[in-house]
């Protein structure tokens, strides 16, 4: 890293990217760090590698170009392939960019915008072969242009199972069912937020309507409580729901399929933040946990800020706002003031960032998990994939005083896998939280240390730090 960086961006998403470009246009010098070989994070990943013009016309699509054109023109420093996996307080961060291994870097403001993972929900049979996350699937279609199988089953509850929907059928796949855990009429409040999300409700309408030509529609109420097959994904096992969330019995339906997609939302990635000491909140409506921020986006800690979905899962849109925020909230703090029309351009994103929480409410009421979704798991149900722990061995663990996350995983190894608990974590939380028949606890994250990341043992060697 050059001397004189002075900001250090972790995550080079749509929030990222916002808060650099600000960064870069009043001279401050920067470094955007991202684990990924192509900038642009989850929405924008795609386009880097295949050229602007792939990008959707709406407006996080219209902003991605321009941010796209602002890496282009190299006002902004970029370290690519480079995993942020430790914090040395007060201001050094342990980054992996292979070759050369782990080596430190300073700065004098942080911005944590490490984007959001896929949540699951457990049920027997989830970690068959031929059973993949809805992000996995969109991965494929639009990294590689492959689609995950000829024809497939679509899951989970949000807006996600849907929007894949329509990218399988967009590219002559077959959808044999999309299969929705909430009700057909708790996406009718997206048209209360009218007409600020127009864009997402003709998004929507979009996919809709392709899965309605293709002579099928999303069956709600719907919940896939088994995958069932010899070695790979054979059949799908689904049954309605009441609306308390409880299996309504007798309404079991199998389908044949080899491929099932599944999509229950997401989880913010605050595992960063943690590590630098950043308070946390709990907020279902925001997603789970998330990091707690003043209006213009400073943690708890001095100088490190959080934007986009580490600060509440709400899309493109709010990233874009908050890391702009950020970033003219750092160019406050690090020249001592706003220039001209400055102090009006950050009430201005405030206020819309306002706008996009009621559309992060409503996209996290979609996902909530009730408690009812964890009483018809069986006690063999796999909870951590990597461990594999069941269900049973938490039960175990928690009749043997053990209720807290921290207790259970000790205990019974869940999280300790290779995924370091991304996957189980927030499951276990969850479990612990709502399960009828556990005494209800506190959530709690699971803890971190570094390597944050998994990072190879010769890069651990070389370490320059
Ligand atoms: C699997 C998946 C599929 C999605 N599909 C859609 C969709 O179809 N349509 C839609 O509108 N929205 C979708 N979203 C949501 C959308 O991607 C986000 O709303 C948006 O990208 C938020 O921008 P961001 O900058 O906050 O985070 P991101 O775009 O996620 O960017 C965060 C970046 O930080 C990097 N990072 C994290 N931790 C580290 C670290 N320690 N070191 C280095 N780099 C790090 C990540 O790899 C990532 O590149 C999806 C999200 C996910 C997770």
């Given at each position: 890293m050059s001397t004189e960086t002075r900001v250090i961006i972790v995550g080079a998403g749509p929030a990222g990217l916002a808060a650099a470009e600000v960064l870069a246009e009043k001279g401050i010098k920067t470094l955007l760090l991202d684990?990924?070989?192509?900038?642009?994070?989850?929405?924008l990943r795609f386009a880097a590698a295949a050229g602007t013009?792939?990008?959707?016309?709406?407006r996080v699509g219209q902003k991605g170009r321009s941010l796209m054109a602002c890496l282009q023109s190299s006002k902004i420093d970029i370290l690519t392939s480079?995993?942020?996996?430790g914090f040395q307080a007060p201001d050094r961060l342990w980054v992996d960019?292979?070759?050369?291994g782990v080596r430190e870097l300073r700065f004098e403001a942080l911005v944590l915008a490490t984007g959001a993972r896929e949540r699951f929900l457990p049920f027997?049979?989830?970690?068959?072969?031929g059973v993949i996350s809805s992000g996995g699937a969109q991965l494929l279609i639009k990294?590689?242009?492959?689609?995950?199988?000829a024809e497939m089953v679509i899951g989970g509850c949000g807006v996600l199972p849907l929007a894949l929907a329509g990218e399988v059928l967009k590219n002559k796949g077959r959808v044999q069912a999309v299969l929705d855990e909430?009700?057909?009429?708790?996406?009718?409040?997206?048209?209360?937020?009218?007409p600020r999300q127009l864009p997402r409700v003709l998004q929507g309408g979009l996919s809709l309507g392709r899965l309605l030509l293709a002579g099928r529609r999303v069956r709600h109420?719907?919940?896939?409580v088994q995958a069932r097959g010899?070695?790979?994904?054979e059949e799908v096992v689904t049954a309605g729901i009441d609306a308390r969330g409880r299996v309504i019995p007798g309404t079991e339906r199998e389908i044949e399929t080899r491929s099932l997609a599944l999509g229950y939302g997401f989880v913010p990635n605050i595992e960063l933040a943690q590590e630098v000491g950043c308070d946390l909140l709990f907020a279902p409506d925001k997603g789970g946990w998330v990091v707690r921020v003043d209006e213009c986006l400073?943690?708890?800690?001095?100088l490190v800020f959080a934007a986009g979905e580490?600060?509440?899962?709400?899309?493109?849109r709010k990233a874009v706002l908050e890391g702009a925020i950020a970033g003219l909230s750092i160019v406050s703090r690090l020249k001592g003031r706003l220039e001209s029309k400055d102090p009006r351009r950050l009430a201005f994103l405030q206020g819309r960032r306002q706008q996009e929480l009621d559309f992060e409410s409503f996209l996290n009421r979609l996902t909530r998990v009730t408690a009812s979704g964890y009483c018809?798991?069986?006690?063999?149900?796999?909870?951590c994939r990597c461990e594999q722990v069941r269900l049973a061995e938490i039960k175990e663990a928690v009749g043997r005083g053990l209720t807290t996350v921290p207790g259970v995983k000790k205990a019974t190894?869940?999280?300790?896998?290779i995924c370091q608990g991304r996957t189980c974590g927030p499951i276990l939380t969850d479990i612990l939280r709502l399960?009828?028949?556990?005494p209800a606890a506190d959530p709690s994250p699971f803890s971190v240390r570094p390597p944050l990341k998994p990072v190879s043992v010769g890069d651990l060697a070389e370490a320059n730090v």
């Open positions: 684990e990924n070989r192509q900038p642009g994070g989850q929405l013009k792939s990008l959707s016309r709406n480079a995993q942020v996996i960019a292979g070759p050369g027997p049979g989830w970690t068959l072969p990294g590689s242009g492959v689609l995950p199988a909430s009700a057909w009429a708790d996406s009718l409040g997206l048209l209360r937020l009218l109420r719907t919940r896939i010899d070695k790979r994904l400073q943690s708890s800690q001095d580490p600060t509440g899962l709400a899309g493109g018809s798991l069986s006690p063999e149900t796999i909870v190894r869940c999280g300790m896998g399960h009828p028949d556990l």
